[in-house]
Nanobody, 115 residues
Framework: QVQLVESGGGLVQPGGSLRLSCAASGSIFRINVMGWYRQAPGKQRELVAI???????NYADSVKGRFTISRDNAKNTVYLQMNSLKSEDTAVYYC?????????WGQGTQVTVSS
C-alpha cells in the first residue's frame, strides 16, 4: 500500500501564493508519476499538473505560467507552487501517485482564494 500525506492548503487573497506538499510512504518500489488534481464544488475532478519520472511535465492550460510542480525523489515528495492565485483556483487539491499497479490518492487539501 501507498500512503499520501498532503499539507499546505489554506485561505489566500487573490494574487497570493501557496505551496502544497505531498509525501508518499509505504510499499513504494518505483514511482512512475506524481501529480496534482483539483475538484471545485459542483465540478468534476480535473488535472492540475503531473510530473512523470520519465517524460514531460504536463499542466492544465488554466494554470500554465502560474503553477509549478516539482519533486524530491529522495523523499518521495511532490510539491505544487501556486502563484498569482485566482478565485477560480478555489478547490480541494488532491495528490496522486502512480507506482506500478498502484494508483494512490491523498485525502485532499482545501485551497480557498478569496478577499
Amino acid at each position: 500500500q501507498v500512503q499520501l500525506v498532503e499539507s499546505g492548503g489554506g485561505l489566500v487573497q487573490p494574487g497570493g501564493s501557496l505551496r502544497l506538499s505531498c509525501a508518499a510512504s509505504g510499499s513504494i518500489f518505483r514511482i512512475n508519476v506524481m501529480g496534482w488534481y483539483r475538484q471545485a464544488p459542483g465540478k468534476q475532478r480535473e488535472l492540475v499538473a503531473i510530473m512523470p519520472t520519465v517524460g514531460s511535465t504536463n499542466y492544465a492550460d488554466s494554470v500554465k505560467g502560474r503553477f509549478t510542480i516539482s519533486r524530491d525523489n529522495a523523499k518521495n515528495t511532490v510539491y505544487l507552487q501556486m502563484n498569482s492565485l485566482k478565485s477560480e483556483d478555489t478547490a480541494v487539491y488532491y495528490c496522486n501517485v502512480i507506482a506500478g499497479p498502484i494508483n494512490a490518492w491523498g485525502q485532499g487539501t482545501q485551497v480557498t482564494v478569496s478577499s
